[in-house]
């Protein structure tokens, strides 16, 4: 199966099934020298965990995360890093019932056709497991680019109808709800709709917004690698992702030009005065923050019937059960937050080559402490 590595310098490889003994990712490409723990990664990884609350899937797993190689004594070598979370929670038997049944909204048919088969036990490598892998790798690059000033943060801006005020902004507020919202009486909305929907047994879409701050500007490549459609490709991959943008996003398709552009002014260097472009002129960073969005759909799996065939072709009726998460965004979030990471800390990286003055600067520098050590 090819796809599952993403980046050029710094890659990811992820693998695993969500009802295999595990899933893992290697991270390959982080410069030696960067102190790197398994608490470092586990923070990540304890913000999608199952199990954290009514709106999560009761799966009980600790998702405690092993470094397998690429550390020596608290810092990275320069080689692969390994990394391994066990599966300790598994319940195959919930999904033999559906074992020849296509689930609606769910990959179950695409995949059977393109392979000839399907691990029918909660989606195999289609599972939103899969992204434990995504956000470890994540951490990873999110320990790189803090050293280098820059922040990423991603929470859940709307669920369903119920949408944050920005007037009410409240970083500290995202951890303290269940949902994930940075604004308390938007949360409460939130979570009051999603317990009605719950009661019918149906589930919810949810937009999840992501800021990067601290960027250079000049990072991305101005046609095919843009930041822009490197950013939209990396948080599309995640499942159930069905839009992502850019700053103003599709609301610029209503704007003007008078509106939209964002015009400059003097601190030191050129900044802008508005944000309409998302921190993205050109396919490059301009410097000011980076914002994107990502839709996810509603939960697929839900327990009413719905309308379905199976692999011989009989149509049927069919009831998802098992545990699932009644909505995606909360728990996604810290995925969108990990792919975006990525894919900055790997364009970091790229461009450090865009220019011969610098380059000429660092070997220079290099070649400095070299005669200074000699001598």
């Given amino acids: 199966m090819a796809g599952s590595s993403w980046g050029k310098l710094l890659t990811m490889t992820?693998?695993?099934?969500s009802h295999g003994k595990g899933v893992g990712v290697v991270v390959d490409g982080c410069p030696a020298g960067m102190e790197l723990?398994?608490?470092?990664?586990?923070?990540?990884?304890?913000?999608?965990?199952?199990?954290?609350?009514?709106?999560?899937?009761?799966?009980?797993?600790?998702?405690?995360?092993?470094i397998l190689s690429g550390i020596f004594e608290g810092?990275?070598?320069?080689?692969?890093?390994?990394?391994?979370?066990?599966?300790?929670?598994?319940?195959?038997?919930?999904y033999g019932e559906i074992m020849d049944i296509y689930r609606p909204g769910h990959a179950d048919y695409t995949f059977d056709e393109k392979y000839g088969f399907r691990d029918y036990r909660g989606g195999g490598r289609s599972s939103g497991r899969e992204t434990i892998g995504r956000v470890a790798a994540g951490a990873v690059s999110a320990k790189l680019l803090k050293g280098l000033g820059i922040e990423v943060l991603a929470f859940v801006r709307s669920v369903g109808p119920v949408e944050i005020d920005e007037t009410r902004f409240d970083k500290s507020e995202i951890e303290r709800n269940r949902v994930c919202?940075?604004?308390?009486?938007?949360?409460?909305?939130?979570?009051?709709?999603?317990?009605?929907?719950?009661?019918?047994?149906?589930?919810?879409?949810?937009?999840?917004?992501?800021?990067?701050?601290?960027?250079?500007?000049?990072?991305?490549?101005?046609?095919?690698?843009k930041l822009d459609a490197r950013l939209a490709q990396a948080v599309m991959s995640i499942g159930a992702v069905k839009g992502v943008e850019i700053g103003d996003g599709f609301l610029a398709a209503k704007s003007v030009g008078t509106v939209n552009n964002d015009g400059f002014k003097m601190e030191k260097k050129p900044v802008k005065t508005t944000n309409h472009s998302?921190?993205?002129?050109?396919?490059?960073?301009?410097?000011?923050?980076?914002?994107?969005?990502?839709?996810?759909?509603?939960?697929?799996?839900?327990?009413?019937?719905?309308?379905?065939v199976t692999r011989q072709g009989k149509e049927v009726?069919?009831?998802?059960?098992?545990?699932?998460?009644?909505?995606?965004?909360?728990?996604?979030?810290?995925?969108?937050?990990?792919m975006t990471a990525f894919t900055i800390?790997?364009?970091?990286?790229?461009?450090?080559?865009?220019?011969?003055?610098?380059?000429?600067?660092?070997?220079?520098?290099?070649?400095?402490?070299?005669?200074?050590?000699?001598?």
Avoid at 37 to 51: M, S, T, V
């Fill in 345 to 375: 800390a790997d364009l970091l990286l790229q461009s450090m080559t865009s220019r011969f003055d610098r380059i000429q600067n660092f070997f220079q520098d290099i070649g400095k402490g070299a005669k200074e050590d000699r001598w």
């Fill in 75 to 94: 810092k990275t070598t320069g080689t692969p890093i390994s990394l391994l979370v066990k599966n300790t929670d598994q319940r195959s038997h919930d």
């Fill in 278 to 308: 998302g921190g993205v002129l050109g396919g490059l960073s301009d410097g000011s923050a980076i914002v994107l969005r990502a839709a996810f759909k509603p939960t697929p799996s839900i327990a009413v019937l719905q309308k379905t």
């Fill in 14 to 17: 992820t693998w695993g099934e």
């Fill in 317 to 338: 009726e069919t009831m998802i059960r098992g545990r699932h998460d009644p909505i995606i965004a909360p728990r996604a979030a810290v995925v969108v937050e990990a």
């Fill in 181 to 225: 919202m940075p604004d308390a009486v938007a949360a409460a909305r939130a979570e009051e709709y999603l317990e009605k929907l719950m009661e019918k047994k149906d589930s919810s879409g949810g937009v999840v917004e992501c800021v990067v701050t601290g960027m250079p500007v000049g990072i991305g490549e101005p046609v095919f690698e």
């Fill in 37 to 66: 723990c398994e608490a470092d990664i586990q923070k990540y990884l304890n913000r999608r965990k199952p199990g954290q609350n009514q709106f999560t899937t009761k799966r009980q797993e600790s998702d405690a995360v092993e």
